[in-house]
């Protein structure tokens, strides 16, 4: 009985290594990463994460989103912070629901040159999901309103308040 408890240990180590290498693979170039492990299966959580057409759904930072061509690759989001205080314009540039995927190039409204975003759900198996953001940039381009500490502070906070908004309702659909 030691044994096959230990086989199966090591299967699931095995498992879950392959997939955080994974992750890793993916993420390896990227100037900036964010990772959170999720109690829902993959499917769950892309189901909610994936509707990017939603985007305001999932921020208080985004008051309203405008769209220009299709909601998917080569359509365009424009995102208006509250109180018209800004806005920023993002290029949807790939999307993979079968690789539970998808990327934007933030192309107006933030301090940062060559910026593009990519959202991907990892199966860990057993009911547990990986959300894994990663960003690409050429350089931070400096300016009188914001440091690059500043900025990555605000994209840090950002971030845990649509993840954590995308598990509350990912679980919520779960239980369903």
């Known amino acids: 009985m030691k044994i096959k408890k230990s086989i199966f240990s090591l299967a699931v180590t095995f498992v879950f290594a392959l997939s955080f290498s994974n992750v890793e693979a993916q993420s390896a170039d990227a100037n900036k990463t964010y990772t959170k ?19 305001q759904n999932y921020s208080k930072g985004i008051a309203r989103l405008e769209w220009k061509g299709p909601k998917d690759v080569g359509g365009q989001r424009v995102c208006y912070a509250p109180d018209n205080q800004g806005f920023f ?4 540039v790939d999307y993979s629901d079968a690789n539970r995927t998808y990327s934007y190039s933030v ?3 933030v301090p940062i040159k060559g910026m593009v975003n990519t959202w991907n759900v990892v199966d860990l198996g057993y009911n547990k999901s990986m959300i894994v953001w990663t960003s690409k940039f050429e350089e931070f381009m400096e300016n009188p309103k914001m440091t690059k500490e500043q900025f990555f502070g605000f994209i840090d906070q950002s971030l845990n308040e649509m993840v954590g908004n995308v598990i509350a309702e990912a679980k ?3 239980k369903m």
């Open 172 to 174: 919520m659909e779960a």
């Open 37 to 55: 492990v999720v109690d829902a299966s993959a499917d769950a959580v892309w189901s909610v994460l994936r509707k990017m057409d939603e985007i």
């Open 89 to 92: 314009k993002e290029n949807i």
């Open 107 to 109: 192309i107006e409204g």
